[in-house]
Structure formats: C-alpha cells, structure tokens
C-alpha cells in the first residue's frame, strides 16, 4: 500500500540487467532496470514481456521481425514464444512487466541469469 | 507487434474518464485515460489496479486508507476490494494496468461506466 515513485527508485540501485521488483498485481511483476550494451538472446514459452523506456533508448531484437527502436515514453509488449534480446546503445531506465516468476533469460541459463529478483 | 508511444495515444482522444486500451499482455490490459475532478467511488472484487501518473498529478482516495497523491512518474496499486476514487484536480494522463475485462466502475454501474474500452 505505498506508491512508487520511479526516479527514487532506479536511484537505489546501478547494477545493469539486473531486474528489481517494484510491485505485483494480479499475478504479475513490475519490475525495473538498467540495461546497456546487448543482451542474451532467448524467449519465454508462457509469458508475454512489457518493456517501457522511462529514460534513454532500448532496441527490441527479434529472431523474425524487424528490430523495434524505443525511446523515452515508448512501450512494446514481446508476445511469448518470440525470441528477442533487448539492446541498448547508453544506458536505459526500464520498466518492464510480466508473470511473477519469469526468468529474466527465459528458456536459457548463464551468466545473466537472475533467479530470485531483489525487491527494493 | 507494433511499439507504443504514449505522447502519441494520449493525443489521439480528449474525453475523460473513458480509458482506451493500447496493450494486451498476460490477460491484462494496458489503458491510458485521461481524469479530472471526482471518480465514483467503487471497488474491484477480483482485480488489483495499477495507476501510473504520464502528466499532471492525480490523488487515489480509499475508504479506511490514507490518500495516496501521486506525481508523474509514480505509480500506485489499488489492491481487489479496496473501495477507492482517483480525483484529480488538474487534468491527469494515467497509464492503468488491470486485468482485461475489469470494468472502470468496478462493482457499480451508471454514467460514468465504459462497458467495452475501445483500443487505440
């Protein structure tokens, strides 16, 4: 039952591809991070993926489909099964959304898996 | 599979209190709407209810629950059961998140309830 408020959020953390939970409802997670450079390229079978760029720039790679570009105030929702990478040239602040529970590298593990998000 | 810009949705319609949908995802939808003044107080049985603030600033009253103003870039989660108004003073641009179908009057109906949303 408290609000949140995004800016004082990102300030709490720096650590990149590194998804911090900042609320749920209904089942799903509202997550943010910080992304830079490329990410791993995977999809989730069960789970769609919502990623808002609340600040700088985040290309949508997908295995397929035409590389979707985001800027500030732009949303693109990833439909399960598709595989993608997000990428981002200079850092971006990221809002994302999905199941609670979903692995940050859906289908696959490594190095940039997070298992258990931190909620903050 | 198309991004969505919210400056760009937001300008698409002027009528307030009547959300318009610009997203699925999990079985929820994505709505923007645009408030002011008073809402009907009401509450959602099955459905918790996201409000983030894109422009202006807008107050969530709850029975039993201290008021929670919001500014932009915060957002708050109104919890299933919760009998709440949003009231804004100034007009607000609100990004909502809830379960597709959840009806913008919860539990009561009248005036002010938007039976099927329209998707821009």
Chains 1, 2 share one sequence.
Do not use: C, Y
Request: proline letters at 4%; hydrophobic letters at 45%.
């Amino acid at each position: 039952m408290h609000k949140v408020n995004l800016t004082e959020k990102f300030a709490m953390f720096s650590e990149q591809w590194k998804p911090k939970i900042v609320g749920e409802l209904n089942g799903q997670h509202v997550k943010l991070a910080k992304l830079k450079d490329d990410f791993v390229w995977h999809h989730h079978d069960e789970e769609d993926e919502l990623f808002l760029v609340v600040k700088g720039a985040l290309d949508i790679e997908m295995k397929g489909a035409k590389t979707v570009s985001l800027a500030e105030g732009e949303f693109f929702i990833v439909p399960r099964g598709i595989e993608h990478r997000p990428v981002a040239h200079a850092e971006a602040h990221v809002l994302m959304l999905e199941p609670a529970g979903t692995l940050n590298t859906g289908n696959i593990t490594g190095d940039m898996t997070v298992d258990a998000p931190e909620w903050i």
